[in-house]
T-cell receptor, first 112, second 111 residues
């Protein structure tokens, strides 16, 4: 079955430590990949997308087609990075339409 | 960001009742989506619509129906609510680039 996997439900690090949130997908073809973030009491919002190759709030994500992974990384975590992070490939549904499927999410806790 | 709004924000209802959740957007996007969020399961797609005349089932459409009344409005109905439909429901919109903009969510409890 096609799916997206975020193996860690909770990732707890100290401020200043490196962070890597894992995402693996099993969709055929070339999905377009996104990371979404939900801060406490805020709406779910786009963090970054792989085609833009941007660094947003210090986060980067590289698409590894060989490993079918799209891990989110930041070299030095900040307390304000504490949030729920979702990996979301956009892929063709059964209808032929392209839509997002969200992973189960990883909660990042950055301790002072 | 009030571009995507959802009503009601909270609702408690009883098993068997018909419930409608409404979503409105002022972003001018053609595409609209309904998701439910459950702890440990992330967001799952219920229905999506790419324009007013286009309705598609998502991953978990059983027990739900939708209506796209206009470009700006997309309603989700539970014809006969059951307790396992207790969840947080999100509406979202997008253009063709798949960047989705989410509403604040509706917390639904079915007793």
């Amino acid at each position: 079955a096609q799916r997206v996997t975020q193996p860690e439900k909770l990732l707890s690090v100290f401020k200043g430590a490196p962070v890597e949130l894992k995402c693996n997908y099993s969709y055929s073809g070339s999905p377009e990949l996104f990371w979404y973030v939900q801060y406490s009491r805020q709406r779910l919002q786009l963090l970054l997308r792989h085609i833009s190759r941007e660094s947003i709030k210090g986060f980067t994500a590289d698409l590894n087609k060989g490993e079918t992974s799209f891990h989110l990384k930041k070299p030095f975590a900040q307390e304000e990075d504490s949030a729920m992070y979702y990996c979301a490939p956009a892929h063709h549904m059964d209808t032929g339409r392209r839509a997002l499927t969200f992973g189960s999410g990883t909660r990042l806790q950055v301790q002072p | 960001d009030a571009d995507v709004t959802q009503t009601p924000r909270n609702r408690i209802t009883k098993t068997g009742k018909r419930i409608m959740l409404e979503c409105s957007q002022t972003k001018g996007h053609d595409r609209m989506y309904w998701y439910r969020q459950d702890p440990g399961l992330g967001l799952r797609l219920i229905y999506y619509s790419f324009d007013v005349k286009d309705i598609n089932k998502g991953e978990i459409s059983d027990g739900y129906s939708v209506s796209r009344q206009a470009q700006a409005k997309f309603s989700l109905s539970l014809e006969s609510a059951i307790p396992n439909q207790t969840a947080l429901y999100f509406c979202a919109t997008s253009e063709q680039n798949n960047e989705q903009f989410f509403g604040p969510g509706t917390r639904l409890t079915v007793l």
